[in-house]
């Protein structure tokens, strides 16, 4: 799977993108990142594990403590993606919106007597 694959995979998860909300504020270790989350340790280390393989999040131990961190460039690159379909949308919908401006007015069937 290449890292885009991967970045998507990671993002399709609505507890792993808050995790990457709640990184976008800084650094912080594992224990308080799973506080807010109704999930035992465990589980939210699972969804930490798939966001470290896609390479949106690195881990950095310090003695016992494991501190994440955002990383950018996997993001850029769905941002990168995604902008691509962005323009094609915006294009389509300029299309649409001179045709339905080019169009005569019909009145409206209901106030006519």
């Known amino acids: ?15 792993r993108r808050r995790i990457i909300q709640r ?15 109704d999930m035992s340790l465990n589980a939210v280390s699972k969804h930490i ?3 470290e393989r896609s390479g ?4 950095e131990r310090i003695g016992r403590e494991h501190y994440l961190e955002l990383r950018g460039k996997p993001m850029r690159d769905v941002a990168r993606w995604i902008s691509r379909y ?17 169009q005569p007015d019909e009145p409206d069937k209901e106030q006519q007597p």
């Open 1 to 15: 799977m290449n890292t885009l694959d991967l970045a998507f995979a990671a993002l399709s998860d609505p507890t």
């Open 49 to 51: 594990k798939v966001l």
């Open 86 to 102: 962005e323009r094609f949308w915006n294009a389509k919908l300029d299309s649409l919106d001179e045709f339905l401006a080019s």
């Open 23 to 37: 990184l976008t504020r800084g650094r912080t270790r594992v224990t308080d990142l799973a506080l807010p989350f």
């Open 56 to 59: 949106l999040v690195r881990r």
